[in-house]
């Protein structure tokens, strides 16, 4: 049975708390080779749109990165290329009228999935996995942040609407797919050649 359901986009102000510990490659090799965590790894494999490696190279995914500045398919070409046993199955574009997003969510429920725009400037989808945090800590986020779940955070375009961003996710027995359309401001009228 496939379920569709509509995301809530939540705006918020810049966090300074927020994804302040960096996951540096040496700790995020660490992390994967412990391997008791089943679902998180899956989330954070190989592929995955929350992946470290998703961009061929590795790269903090708590860091913004320009998305659309890049097509899908030179950018993803080794990641979709590879002998390994992931898949990737990221994409975006742009239409004259929309900059959207579809990505595969392994590992994550659909109820922990939370899209939001950052200060009008970054789209932030992120998953809390392990929902059993120390006391000390209040938000997921600001520590150990890889530990409890995932995030993918995106620089916007300037052009970009992100007061109209929609979200949606597709659960299927196996599969979790969230889309994410974020409409272009409409050029002025002096702007049209």
Sequence with gaps: MTS???LEVQFEEPNPKKWCVPLKEDVFVKFMNKGNFTTLHKAMCEGSFFSPLLFGKFFDPS?????WEF????LLSNARS?????????EWAQTETDYVLKAEIP??????????VEDGKVLEVSGQL????EAETKDWRAGNWWEHGCVRRIELPENADWKK???FLTSTADHKLLEVKIPKTPPH????P
């Design 4 to 6: 569709y359901k509509q």
């Design 63 to 67: 860091d913004a990165f320009p998305l």
């Design 71 to 74: 097509d899908s398919d030179v």
């Design 82 to 90: 590879s002998n390994n046993n992931h898949q990737c199955t990221v």
């Design 107 to 116: 590992g994550v429920g659909k109820g922990t999935i939370r899209v939001s």
């Design 130 to 133: 392990r929902l059993k945090i």
């Design 165 to 167: 961003t929609e979200a």
């Design 189 to 192: 009228i002096s702007d049209v």
